[in-house]
């Protein structure tokens, strides 16, 4: 052992002795200006520089060193030292990024060969949002693509919805990372994506099958070069995170004072005597919000040879949330290795390991906007104030102490090992093996407590689930290349398997010891069922497990004439066990033509044009995520019957359902035309594409007569959806004077989403409970948006006792009792005379009518800066929180206006607690339309020379700010209101978690 | 070149390729579905268990059941607040419609019970197991499917006749005519008499299946209520000279916790509940327990003044059916208090409980279906129908001799013998023997008396409507016409 330590020391050191290192200098231009930021590496080694801002550079190479100057948009050009010490490089820019390689489903393809509309998003684009979510790190990014915040919990992800909403059911895209098919990719830690890219039309996605409906991303994460030698990266950051805008709620002088009116209104007698002597009172906002930590470390080594690369990441998040008692961790380690073990095989991995912790806060918002600001957090005598003098509301603080104790951890394995084989020239066939194990636990602790009468548990309780998810992929791919002339093919065939595993255990335990020191859960061992002394019975505990089964045959070929025509046609057929017996394997074929206009000899020469494709694409894609028990329904348990002289209990359990073997994946048609055009050196690009997206076969709810006897009624494929509309990309990207470097990317789309059929004899679907005495809030019917909002509509305020006589009112209602002078007038729509559930129509939705967002970037003498703006325009959000009174609660400010006097108010009522001026109405309707900073941010990086110095290679620091401003005229913390992507409930504010504003400062290194 | 590996995996991708069917035939863990359902005789118990279970369900005898059977003749008023529950008040007063919350609900609860029983049916005979047990049960589901089957014709007159389960092609239907669906059942009927055991055959924990006896009892009824007096004589007659049941002696006891299953208990729903498991009741109890105080119950179904009325000077049966305010609970316990929220309360007594684990929502009271007394006065109304005097006679006074227990000098033997008016000797005999036990709107309606007595009550019955309830509205525009409504709706 010391033997070979000390070869290898003598070796490093006669070599370091025997090289002979040499300075060399020079300047790289494009022929007439210098060109700034051209990456200037020693070949084979770790030692390079960039250009500054004359085009000048310097750095050590060894005499017989080969230097490689690479500069996106421009050819890389490899040159010899030859112990020279001045070397001048004149580059030539590269005709349209020719080569540029863009990511696709099972390969890649040439930018300029792509006939689907594809969009990409770098890894650069990507981390300059301070958040754990790769997701939500998309939004705004891209044309077509509208990214939400799940909501501003710690660790939350994204709804993502791609060209609109494609199904009354599950419309999220499907997940691809490094070859590896998901559902989701909450597992990813954005330091270590490379790209991203968003299969949007048919002609993309429909390799991906049934699985392509809802449109594919594509991650790419990063890996060595074969050109460097290590390189250590290290980033990190710390955020501060904290409430963008507070509710505009009552103080307690208010509240007193609308009290007193809302009791005043009622007939009864003003509970408050003196409300300003109640003076502000408590803000349960600033009780249940703060400011929080986010904090991210990152390290890295990357690099490679000939004969293998590797790329070793770890990295820790750590995220506070800003509502108190919650916080996310997450610690994540990848190594993605390539070996080349001879001339025809590579091997090599891409695989991770991540382990996350959630503490769940409790829901206090609820709580702290309904708690009336009169009561304390804690009285005189240090217990917790009592909120309920007026109405059923829980003390936040006291729920933040009793039920802190609902925590959460993974630990999940994702990756993928393959094995490519360069069969002969141009086939090469490969062998990808994937898989997703993970182990999710979850537990929640309620203690014996007892604040109020109706904030109290007496019996303690333990909830523990644990679920392992199992996904195993296996595929194999030929890929063949040849071009013969003018005809370039490029062909891919393949048969791939995947098997999904689950495994559900949820157990629920009661009476549990009692421990005064435990209230918060704090002792670990004391969580375990075995202690409880009730429970864990058939009621509250299940043991269970689905799965499912996937077999694929895929196919695509690429054809490209003469550089100018181009046609891609696929064809995947995916055989599932989710599926019917009558419908197990679907059929998804997709084709697409592009004609590159530019090498048209009538534009060859048209200098101001760099580049003009038009395509245009049409397919067949599928949306398997869906109620496979529909199938086959499970057998329903527990319908026990009870028999003998001592009457004991003997299990019964019997089909009840009817199984559908027709039953299959919903099916989109998508039509796709679009062109791509570069202007000026292609500083302008342009990107544009008209789409129509048409769901069919979406599953639903068969309506059948009751004679037919089942529990539940059939699901079936019937219901049709419309999604259409224009994606716009437009992009600037110039250098001023070669020292200032600038661009900027707008991105602009429509949606109109429109119901087409919900099946026979089927003609709405209710959804969306704002979260009172079951009212629903929106009405989805043929020809309107999906959960589109539904309610009366208020034409003012009954002003004097002569309106209140004249104009509509409901059946039963009596002027004077039942509705008063100062009470909400609604629409007679239909014109009967009275108001009636036949009055309630449609009032808007939560379906944006358009986005955009502009990114802008600069940067000077090393200095940088970006900011995004992001609009969303046309939707509307039903404030449910303001609608729902079930008892009194604390009010928003906007009551002060209500109606007090004839002329006062014509919108908002007079003050009342609850009844008909709360219906579902226009009143609680609000414009969610907003415009933000997305995100906005200032970096320095040290000019090379300093850098090298220090021995860095590069050296920047940044200051950020994520949410930094939102214009809105919605009253709620946001109007981004996903509920989980319940596309019968988007934009219905039952009390979302609002997402942070956040400043950050970060470091990035690399050595 | 490494052509190894390329032969492995492609030898892997011909294996793949070659899956079959059963590659996609996998089943959720810890569920069983239709695809593995119906494989062992455990399989077939409790589907046939499940079947039972739907017998304690609310929709099927409880409080639409109170609506269409008590409430809706002359024997019972809706009961409980006046304003609470008002489409039991349309019942109440003959003012519903195609669209009321009764007809609907026992509409939807029988089919989704005959779903079950048509299962077993058609599946049981699949699964490999004890060739007896499995005869029995298909037959015990086929007695179920008969009672379901049965109830539904007495309202709704034509039905769809569903007798296996559906699938998507068959899903339009039309109404089979009565006289179909009386074939049906009698044929599942006299199939069960010749397969299902006797009372006394069954184990002791068997207690509360489908019996023989029950089957004749059904069938008695069945034939009773479409006039062929020569059958229903038959088989009451077989049920009582198979000498398994007896009148019990106490007429108060057979709905007391200990009168369950007593010696004249032909079929009964199974109902109970412990400190562990509050599920196996119904809230058949509840609907019709003690509004206010001690509270246990809802107060439907009222027992009506002309009700009260209709029992002899002294009859015990009055006592024993009406529970009245200020009168002290049958278990002692307490005084039912005035219910300042309830007019003139009044509650049936034999449905009544004592405090118990389930409190409201679940009651242990099983349900009794078909009685001893109601088979001997259908024995004695064939009889009389068939000429056969003496012996309408003989089983008329037994009932009345137990009513009237060690009490001397009330409800004297009947000695008529004039056909017609022993006929409504019989009738008043049924009323107040089986008041209050869900019978009297069937008997008004097959024995022709609706009109007159529902018009004496003060109901507006109009005759060629009134006699069946509405099909639900929904089913008619879900049937996309293929379902038509009764007369008069």
Request: some cysteine; proline content about 4%; hydrophobic content about 35%.
């Amino acid at each position: 052992m010391k033997k070979i330590l000390l070869l290898f020391i003598s070796i490093s050191f006669s070599s370091w002795v025997a090289a002979q290192s040499v300075v060399v200098r020079g300047k790289v231009t494009d022929g007439k200006e210098p060109l700034i930021g051209v990456s200037i590496v020693v070949k084979g080694t770790s030692t390079g520089t960039i250009t500054d801002f004359d085009g000048n550079y310097e750095l050590q190479s060894e005499a017989n060193g080969t230097l490689v100057f690479s500069y996106i948009g421009f050819v890389a050009q490899e040159i010899p030292v030859n112990a020279q010490r001045t070397i001048n490089v004149t580059m030539v820019e590269d005709a349209q990024s020719l080569k540029e390689l863009v990511v696709v489903g099972y390969g890649t393809q040439r930018k300029s060969d792509l006939t689907g509309s594809v969009s990409s998003v770098k890894s650069k684009d990507i981390q300059t949002i301070a958040t754990p979510s790769v997701e939500q790190a998309l939004q705004g990014k891209i044309a077509g693509v509208l990214v939400t915040p799940s909501d501003g919990s710690p660790g939350a992800g994204a709804i993502i919805r791609i060209r609109g909403t494609g199904t009354l059911n599950n419309s999220n895209p499907f997940f691809v990372v490094d070859g590896m098919l998901l559902d989701d990719i909450g597992f990813l830690n954005p330091n270590d994506v490379e790209s991203v890219e968003v299969l949007k039309d048919a002609s993309a996605t429909a390799i991906y099958g049934s699985r392509g409906a809802n449109g594919v991303l594509i991650v790419t994460t990063k890996k060595g070069s074969a050109k460097n030698r290590a390189q250590i990266g290290l980033s990190s950051y710390y955020g501060s995170q904290d409430l963008l805008k507070k509710i505009a709620l009552a103080n307690a002088t208010e509240y007193a004072q609308l009290r007193n009116l809302a009791a005043k209104n009622f007939g009864a007698p003003e509970p408050y005597k003196d409300p300003a002597a109640f003076g502000v009172g408590t803000d349960w906002q600033d009780v249940i919000f703060r400011t929080a930590p986010i904090k991210n470390l990152n390290l890295s080594a990357r690099g490679g040879n000939d004969l293998m690369t590797y790329s070793v990441s770890g990295d820790y998040i750590k995220q506070d949330g800003i509502l108190r008692g919650g916080d996310f961790e997450r610690l994540s380690l990848r190594i993605n290795n390539d070996y080349q073990l001879n001339r025809f095989i590579k091997i090599g991995h891409n695989f991770s390991v991540i382990n996350t912790k959630s503490d769940y806060s409790p829901g206090m918002l609820y709580n702290a906007y309904y708690a009336p600001p009169t009561a304390p957090v804690k009285d005189s005598t240090g217990a917790f104030g009592n909120t309920t003098s007026d109405g059923s509301v829980g003390n936040p603080a006291a729920q933040l102490f009793y039920e802190r104790y609902n925590k959460g951890s993974n630990f999940r394995t994702v990756g993928n090992f393959f094995v490519d084989v360069n069969i002969f020239k141009g086939l090469t066939y490969r062998a990808n093996l994937g898989l997703d194990w993970s182990s999710v636990e979850s537990k929640r602790f309620v203690p014996v407590f007892r604040v109020t009468d109706i904030q109290k548990v007496d019996v303690n309780s333990l909830d523990v689930a644990r679920r392992k998810y199992i996904n195993k992929l296996w595929e194999n791919t030929l890929n063949y290349e040849k071009t013969i002339g003018k005809h370039r093919v490029n062909l891919l065939a393949g048969i791939t398997a995947q098997t999904n595993d689950n495994f559900f255990f949820i157990g629920r335990g009661t009476e549990l010891p009692n421990d005064v020191n435990n209230i918060g859960g704090d002792i670990d061992e004391l969580l375990y069922l075995s202690l409880a002394t009730k429970g864990i019975t058939v009621n509250e505990g299940s043991d269970n497990g689905n799965n499912w089964r996937m077999f694929s045959y895929l196919f695509r070929a690429n054809y490209t004439f003469n550089e100018k025509y181009l046609l891609t046609a696929s064809y995947r057929r995916d055989g599932s066990s989710k599926f019917g017996k009558n419908r197990r394997f679907g059929n998804f074929p997709s084709v697409a033509l592009g004609w590159r206009l530019k090498e048209e000899d009538f534009l060859k020469n048209v200098e101001w044009l760099s580049n003009l494709k038009l395509r245009a694409s049409w397919g067949i894609i599928g949306n398997e995520k869906i109620d496979q028990t529909a199938k086959s329904p499970p057998v329903t348990g527990r319908l026990d019957a009870i028999f003998g002289t001592d009457e004991r209990f003997l299990s019964g359990s019997t089909i009840t359902r009817l199984a559908n073997p027709d039953l299959h994946w919903e099916e989109t048609q998508q039509t796709d035309i679009g062109f791509e055009a570069g202007f000026l050196n292609n500083r302008l690009t342009a990107e544009m594409d008209w789409y129509n997206r048409q769901t069919n076969d979406i599953l639903t709810a068969l309506q059948i007569p009751a004679f037919i006897g089942t529990q539940d009624p059939p699901t079936v494929n019937a219901a049709k959806v419309l999604n259409r509309g224009w994606d716009i990309n437009l992009g600037w990207r110039d250098r001023v004077a070669g020292k200032i470097g600038y661009n900027v990317n707008a991105i602009f789309s429509t949606v109109h989403n429109e119901v087409l059929g919900l099946g026979e004899g089927k003609e709405e679907i209710f959804g969306g409970g704002v979260g009172e005495g079951g009212k629903l809030g929106t009405r989805t019917t043929i020809g309107s948006p999906i959960g589109a909002f539904f309610g009366y509509k208020v034409v003012g305020v009954f002003q004097n006792a002569e309106q209140l006589k004249s104009l509509p009112k409901r059946p039963n209602e009596t002027p004077g009792t039942d509705v008063k002078v100062g009470d909400l007038i609604y629409a007679d729509l239909d014109g009967d005379g009275v108001i009636t559930s036949k009055d309630r129509t449609f009032l808007g939705s939560a379906i944006p009518k358009y986005t955009f967002s502009i990114n802008i970037g600069a940067d000077y003498q090393g200095i940088d800066f970006s900011v995004q703006l992001s609009s969303v325009q046309g939707n509307k959000v039903m404030n449910a929180k303001r609608l729902a009174r079930f008892s009194t609660g604390n009010f928003e400010k906007s009551f002060l206006e209500g109606w007090t006097a004839e002329g006062t108010s014509n919108f908002e009522p007079r003050v009342t607690i609850g009844g008909r001026n709360y219906e579902v109405s226009k009143r609680f309707l609000e414009d969610g339309s907003f415009t933000a900073i997305r995100n906005a941010q200032i970096g320095y990086t040290l000019p090379l020379s300093i850098a090298q110095k220090i021995k860095l290679q590069n050296f920047r620091i940044y200051a950020a700010a994520t949410n930094l401003k939102m214009w809105t005229k919605y009253s709620g913390y946001t109007p981004e209101i996903t509920n989980g992507g319940d596309s019968f409930a988007i934009g219905i504010d039952r009390g979302v978690y609002p997402v942070a504003r956040t400043y950050t400062i970060g470091v990035n290194a690399t050595f | 070149m490494t052509p190894k590996i390329v032969k492995i995996s492609l030898f892997t991708l011909l294996l793949l390729a070659g899956c079959k069917d059963s590659y996609y035939d996998i089943q959720p863990r810890g569920e069983l579905t239709a695809e593995n359902f119906f494989k062992t005789e455990e399989h077939a118990k409790v589907a046939t268990n499940a079947i039972y279970n739907v017998l304690r369900n609310w929709e099927i005898h409880v409080f639409a059941f109170m609506g269409c059977t008590d409430i809706i003749s002359d024997d019972a008023d809706k009961g409980s607040e006046p304003n609470d529950a008002l489409f039991l008040l349309d019942i109440d007063n003959l003012a519903f419609d195609a669209g009321n919350v009764a007809p609907v609900t026992l509409w939807q609860g029988y089919y989704r019970a005959i779903f079950r029983a048509n299962i077993a049916i058609e599946r049981i005979p699949e699964v490999k197991g004890d060739e007896n047990l499995k005869k029995r049960l298909v037959d015990e589901a086929k007695f179920l499917r008969a009672y379901f089957y049965f109830n539904l014709v007495r309202w709704y007159g034509d039905l769809p006749l569903i007798t296996k389960q559906l699938t998507q092609n068959d899903f339009k239907q039309t109404r089979a005519k009565t006289a179909d669906v009386y074939a049906q059942i009698i044929a599942d009927l006299k199939e069960s008499i010749t397969v299902l055991p006797e009372k006394s055959q069954y184990p002791a924990a068997d207690l509360g299946r489908a019996t023989k006896g029950a089957a004749r009892g059904l069938l008695s009824k069945v034939y009773l209520t479409q006039k062929d007096y020569t059958n229903a004589e038959k088989y009451a007659l077989e049920v009582i000279t198979s000498n398994e049941y007896t009148l019990l002696a106490d007429y108060g006891k057979i709905f007391t916790r200990e009168g369950e299953n007593s010696s004249e208990s032909l079929f009964e729903v199974q109902s109970t509940v412990n400190d562990e498991r509050t599920d196996g009741g119904s809230q058949f109890n509840e609907v019709q327990g003690v509004r206010g105080s001690p509270n246990l119950g809802w107060g439907f179904n009222r027992p009506s003044d002309a009700f009260i009325l209709e029992f002899e000077p002294g009859d015990p049966r009055r006592e024993a059916t009406v529970l009245y305010e200020g009168e002290v609970l049958p278990d002692g316990s307490a005084l039912v208090e005035k219910n300042p929220r309830v007019f003139n309360a009044r509650f049936n007594q034999k449905a009544w409980v004592p405090k118990h684990a389930g409190e409201n929502g679940s009651g242990p009271g099983n349900i009794r279906l078909l009685r001893y007394a109601d088979v001997l006065l259908i024995a004695a109304e064939a009889l009389n129908e068939n000429g056969k005097t003496a012996d309408a006679l003989k089983y008329l006074n037994a009932v009345r001799k137990r009513a009237r227990g060690t009490i001397p000098n009330i409800i004297p033997d009947v000695t008529i013998t004039e056909k017609t008016k022993l006929r409504e000797a019989i009738w008043h005999e049924r009323r107040v023997e089986l008041g209050m036990e869900q019978q009297r709107w069937f008997d008004l309606i097959r024995t022709g008396q609706a009109e007159a007595a529902l018009k004496k009550h003060g109901k507006n019955f109009v005759k060629n409507k009134h006699e069946l309830l509405p099909i639900p509205q929904s089913e008619i525009d879900l049937s996309a016409g293929t379902l038509t409504q009764n007369p008069g709706y």
